[in-house]
């Protein structure tokens, strides 16, 4: 069989045998043409956030406009929720199945429904929860319902629609498609997001499936050369330097890993090993100080206040270490917030840091649940590239690489970022579809 590099595997340049684990393209759809465009509805709105736009977007000359009661979070939510559990009530044991091979994860969120109840306000954290709840939910439901290449043409899909949406609020409405309310980035693009930071990480995430759409050629070709395209120029004009470093950091991760894949001896299986370890681990110190890189760049050497965040958060974790503060603390008014702000002196949103703001507000039982799958979801696909893992599963591993790559110096996984376990969901639950695969061709050799 001839011998394949690391970086051709990882772009899927590889030997026949190899390409046969890509993912397959049927001649008839799984799903029907109104059932994909209730999933595509799902994606764009409540799991991206596409349009659901901080108040502050509508104001006109400082005066409230009467479109800040134009809620599109609600209005895209609750016929998303309903839609869903019809579709999951219909089809309950496939959903089921899949629901058990994230369970780690379902139990994170079941525990973040119980922090709900000393939360500052119990009732705005349930309804928060519930609609994190919602999005993993339909993560489950896509990766039960949909083959893998037609989950990655959804998703082409999805990302698409978002771009433009995005590429009308910054032509038509600047008001809304650029950060003009943050300092020193107002000609950052926003799009529909909330903020430049959401619309970086999610282009993160674009310019993966762009990349493996193209590679796989899974939908139409247009589609997966506009948002090839688009995507890094989105990621770029976001001016989010963590989400580029992340992107960066995904793509090594990814190279490294398929070099692992590659290795055919021993000695070079442990060479391997040994560059993918020290790699890695530089990489992650990296982006623990990286406030030292955004010095050589010119950028704030706090991080934008994030690390005068950090000794605060460690302070309140604690005070109360076991069970935290509640879900979705940072979107009420309390006593702590309000002290918190007041030292900081600025309105801080969040930890700005995954690991503090998951212990400060689940304690450390969410903690230590949500380090489990998060550490699984990190080595278990160099556990499978030892192995010898399918083309498929470096496409499922970038999807979580990609959130923990941002989780150093943004919240990912728990409110205000809980999307990111829409994603998370559907990269951990095909990888454990891969993983199976796996042991399968294992047992049948």
Request: charged share 10%; glycine share 8%.
């Amino acid at each position: 069989m001839p011998r394949t590099t690391a970086a051709s595997t990882a772009a899927g340049s590889m030997p026949a045998s190899a390409r046969k684990a890509a993912p397959a393209r049927s001649s008839r759809d799984t799903v029907g043409s109104l059932e994909h465009a209730f999933l595509l509805f799902l994606i764009v709105f409540p799991a991206m956030g596409t349009l659901v736009l901080p108040a502050s977007s509508f104001s006109e000359g400082g005066a409230p406009s009467p479109l800040a009661a134009f809620d599109i979070g609600k209005l895209t939510f609750y016929p998303s929720a309903a839609g869903l559990a019809m579709l999951c009530f219909a089809r309950y044991k496939p959903v089921l199945a899949t629901v058990i091979k994230a369970l780690p994860i379902f139990a994170f969120i079941i525990w973040a429904f119980v922090t709900c109840l000393w939360a500052p306000t119990p009732t705005a954290a349930f309804n928060t929860t519930g609609r994190v709840f919602v999005i993993v939910l339909g993560a489950a439901y896509i990766s039960a319902r949909m083959k893998p290449a037609e989950i990655i043409s959804l998703l082409t899909q999805a990302f698409a629609i978002s771009i433009t949406i995005s590429l009308i609020c910054i032509v038509a409405f600047p008001r809304i498609g650029y950060n003009s309310t943050l300092m020193g980035y107002e000609s950052a693009w926003r799009g529909a997001m909330m903020q430049k930071n959401f619309l970086g990480a999610l282009m993160n995430y674009g310019f993966i499936v762009a990349y493996y759409s193209n590679l796989w050629k899974t939908n139409y070709t247009h589609i997966r050369l506009y948002l090839l395209f688009m995507s890094p120029i989105m990621l770029v004009m976001s001016q989010s330097a963590t989400a580029m470093i992340a992107t960066i950091s995904t793509a090594a991760f990814v190279i490294l890993l398929a070099m692992v894949n590659n290795s055919s001896s021993k000695f070079e299986k442990l060479a391997s090993l040994w560059v993918f370890f020290a790699t890695m681990t530089a990489i992650c110190v990296g982006l623990i100080f990286s406030e030292d890189i955004f010095a050589l760049i010119g950028r704030s050497t706090t991080l934008t206040g994030r690390s005068e965040i950090w000794p605060m958060i460690i302070e309140l974790i604690k005070e109360r270490p076991i069970i935290g503060y509640g879900h979705a603390f940072w979107n009420a008014d309390s006593a702590i917030r309000a002290n918190l702000w007041a030292r900081g002196g600025w309105l801080i949103a969040h930890a700005h840091n995954a690991y503090l703001d998951i212990w400060f507000q689940t304690g450390l039982v969410g903690f230590c649940i949500a380090l489990f799958f998060i550490v699984k979801g990190l080595f278990g696909p160099l556990a499978m590239a030892v192995r010898g893992m399918p083309p498929l599963g470096f496409f499922w591993t970038a999807l979580f690489f990609a959130t923990f790559a941002r989780s150093f110096t943004e919240t990912q996984w728990i409110d205000p970022n809980g999307g990111t376990l829409f994603w998370t969901t559907l990269a951990y639950i095909g990888m454990q579809n891969v993983k199976r695969e796996i042991q399968r061709r294992g047992g049948a050799s």
